[in-house]
């Protein structure tokens, strides 16, 4: 059985930091493109960051550029965003997702992801 699960989620006021953690477990983790979207009430789900393994590649949302840092650990088969700065805008529900694809790309919402984790809340205060 594939599962994603995420903590590290939570209240926090502007600047502050907080760290989200994705376990996964029932896949190959090496193997895949691992990532975060988060989605905002009223918002369209957003594409954050992910990292790929197989290409080294990484991708971030201009939106979190020089914040947020994806970070992988293959003997865990965790994957973290360690979110600095955090401003109100970034309160959201924020998701881990799991795709066999090669490279990050854009890691846009408008394609379809192999496996989701149920989401961990972000709230930011100002």
């Known amino acids: 059985e594939v599962q994603l699960v995420e903590s590290g989620g939570g209240l926090v006021q502007a600047g502050g930091s907080l760290r989200l953690s994705c376990a996964a477990s029932?896949?190959?983790?090496?193997?895949?493109?691992m990532g975060w979207f988060r989605q905002a009430p009223g918002k369209e789900r957003e594409g954050v960051s992910c990292i790929s393994d197989s290409d080294g590649s990484t991708y971030y949302a201009d939106s979190v550029k020089g914040r947020f840092t994806i970070s992988v650990d293959n003997a865990k088969n965790t994957v973290y965003l360690q979110m600095n700065s955090l401003k109100p805008e970034d309160t959201a529900v924020y998701y881990c997702?799991?795709?066999?694809?090669?490279?990050?790309?854009?890691?846009?919402?408008?394609?379809?992801?192999?496996?989701w984790g149920q989401g961990t809340q972000v709230t930011v205060s100002s």
């Open positions: 997702t799991a795709d066999g694809r090669l490279t990050c790309g854009d890691w846009s919402p408008l394609y379809e992801y192999d496996y």
């Open positions: 029932g896949f190959t983790f090496d193997d895949y493109a």
